[in-house]
């Protein structure tokens, strides 16, 4: 298929697509596929009658359906889902870490003499008197990936799903309608949840009170789906020990906001994500959709305004 790229052309995404077969155009008048490359809405320039379908090259697709550009009766537009599992779940794994372990903690502190207090808080993921308690709320590709490379640390893993149905790699499955089952016994809990309507403020104060109090909390789903006041107040009043963000709401999280202050949260500003490791990672996905619409399939990535994903 013939695709234009823009506003910037990933060269290593240009690589994977060119070597299935594909042949990139310099104008989005002389292309099949637009492969839009800006997360931001107001970048995508009209779009020809020419263009079947658009490969959006990030997952999040809510600020485009909101602007009207992805619509159930309008062109086809499909997302990278699941193209970004291993360096999230990397990311996700590391916010545990640094945040268990009070890496920041100690760096604000500027001074050694912190380090008994923090050790009485330290937290662990490998087995001590027995396993360690991970809950995996939204348990798609990204926390699939996430449980492999828990596996070392002999963790016990709650996954939950719309469904409730097994998750490979999860000792307990269940659907997000009884989630509530779980927050009082996860010593982590990680949020990989879509924004969707469903999910907004999902995290909230009365979650965040149900959760042990030694319980840290990662996002690397979406902003929206934390009340981040709330979370600010869990934090500064001991209901849980910590959090993990690469993911907040508002982005750009403003200059001085509390979180930034706070010593028992971990921040990363969304950058599990970015095009600096997207590029090494859409060329399949726009392959797997490109074949598919060849052969009148339904395209794998596809979105549903509906569903917001």
């Not at 910037?8 to 104008?27: F, K, M």
């Not at 719309?162 to 307990?172: H, I, L, Q, T």
């Not at 726009?286 to 509906?306: K, Q, S």
Request: proline share 6%; hydrophobic share 45%.
């Amino acid at each position: 298929m013939r695709y234009f790229m823009g506003p910037d052309v990933w060269a290593a995404t240009v690589a994977d697509i060119d070597a299935a077969g594909h042949e990139r155009v310099e104008s989005l008048e002389d292309a099949e596929v637009f492969v839009n490359t800006a997360s931001d809405p107001a970048q995508t320039p009209e779009i020809p009658e020419n263009i079947k379908w658009v490969q959006y090259c990030f997952t999040g697709v809510n600020r485009h359906i909101d602007a009207g550009l992805i619509r159930r009766d309008g062109l086809p537009w499909c997302n990278s889902a699941g193209a970004f599992a291993k360096p999230v779940a990397e990311s996700a794994l590391g916010l545990m870490l640094s945040q268990a372990h009070h890496h920041k903690a100690f760096a604000l502190a500027k001074s050694w003499s912190v380090a008994r207090e923090l050790d009485e808080s330290q937290a662990w993921l490998y087995e001590q008197q027995g396993p360690t308690r991970v809950l995996i709320v939204g348990a798609g590709g990204i926390g699939k990936q996430l449980m492999a490379y828990l596996a070392p640390f002999g963790v016990h893993i709650t996954a939950v799903n719309r469904s409730g149905r097994p998750v490979e790699g999860a000792d307990v499955t269940l659907p997000i309608e009884r989630v509530d089952e779980a927050w009082a016994e996860a010593d982590f809990v990680v949020s990989i949840l879509p924004a969707t309507a469903a999910t907004e403020a999902f995290f909230d104060a009365a979650v965040f009170r149900a959760m042990k109090p030694s319980a840290v909390f990662v996002n690397v789903g979406r902003g929206s789906t934390v009340v981040t006041d709330d979370l600010v107040e869990a934090l500064r009043t001991g209901e849980i020990a910590g959090a993990g963000l690469e993911v907040m709401d508002p982005e750009p999280l403003p200059d001085g906001h509390p979180l930034y202050d706070l010593p028992n949260a971990t921040l990363t500003p969304h950058m599990a994500a970015s095009d600096h490791v997207a590029q090494y990672h859409l060329g399949a996905i726009f392959n797997a959709n490109a074949a598919a619409w060849e052969r009148g399939e339904d395209m794998p990535t596809r979105v549903d305004p509906d569903a917001g994903y």
